[in-house]
């Protein structure tokens, strides 16, 4: 079955270290994105990339890095420079030809030790 | 810019209830409107969508009408189950640029027997 994956579900960071969330589709898309969900502030734009070897600034992109060597990966690391990482952070996919539409991975949860 | 306005939650409501999630838009062109869910500790999935003006989308007895008139796109479902117990978010994609869609905060639906 086509979808996202992301790893670990779970992920624990320890001051001053960076963690890298996993994210790998099979669906054949173009562009991916980042997202981070804190409890009752909704979804919020990290990094997205359009296509292999580039990307772009969300809203929040400080603190957090992105590559896109790949088609179907998009790692995110997420840096000692970002001082409260602890959330809960989604990857998504969109096709070519029908980018508005979003498909989401289940989501990998951040905790600071 | 862009937003979305989602009713705050928690809605809490009886099995077999009647529910109403309502969401307004601002956009400065013609977007395209989406439902969203997210149930506990997953990633969001595609409940429903509209592309233009007094269209209605449906999916699992949930249904929206676009309505350019009032900018609004709300929720409805005659009878909830348990099972529909989750967090909702309405958003809207220009159909250029980026195609990145905008979020509402996300409302917390909780049914029960």
């Known amino acids: 079955d086509g979808g996202i994956t992301q790893s670990p579900k779970y992920l624990f960071r320890k001051e001053g270290q960076n963690v890298t969330l996993s994210c790998e589709q099979n669906?054949?898309?173009?562009?991916m994105y980042w997202y981070r969900q804190d409890p009752g502030q909704g979804l919020r734009l990290i990094y997205y990339s359009q296509i292999v070897n580039d990307f772009q600034k969300g809203d929040i992109a400080e603190g957090y890095s992105v590559s896109r060597e790949k088609k179907e990966s998009f790692p995110l690391t997420v840096t000692s420079a970002q001082k409260n990482p602890t959330a809960f952070y989604l990857c998504?996919?969109?096709?070519?030809?029908?980018?508005?539409?979003?498909?989401f991975g289940p989501g990998t949860r951040l905790l600071v030790l | 810019g862009d937003s979305v306005t989602q009713m705050e939650g928690p809605v809490t409501l009886s099995e077999e209830a009647f529910l109403t999630i309502n969401c307004t838009y601002t956009a400065t062109g013609y977007p395209s409107l989406f439902w969203y869910v997210q149930y506990p500790g997953e990633g969001l999935q595609l409940l429903l969508k509209?592309?233009?003006?007094?269209d209605k989308g449906s999916n699992k007895g949930f249904e929206a009408t676009y309505r350019k008139e009032t900018t609004s796109f709300h929720l409805e479902k005659g009878s909830v189950q348990v099972s529909d117990s989750a967090v909702y978010f309405c958003?809207?994609?220009?159909?250029?640029?980026?195609?990145?869609?905008?979020f509402g905060r996300g409302t917390s639906l909780i049914v029960h027997p």
């Open positions: 958003a809207l994609s220009l159909r250029s640029g980026s195609y990145i869609p905008t």
């Open positions: 669906l054949n898309h173009d562009a």
């Open positions: 998504a996919s969109s096709p070519g030809d029908k980018k508005e539409t979003q498909y």
């Open positions: 509209a592309t233009k003006a007094d």
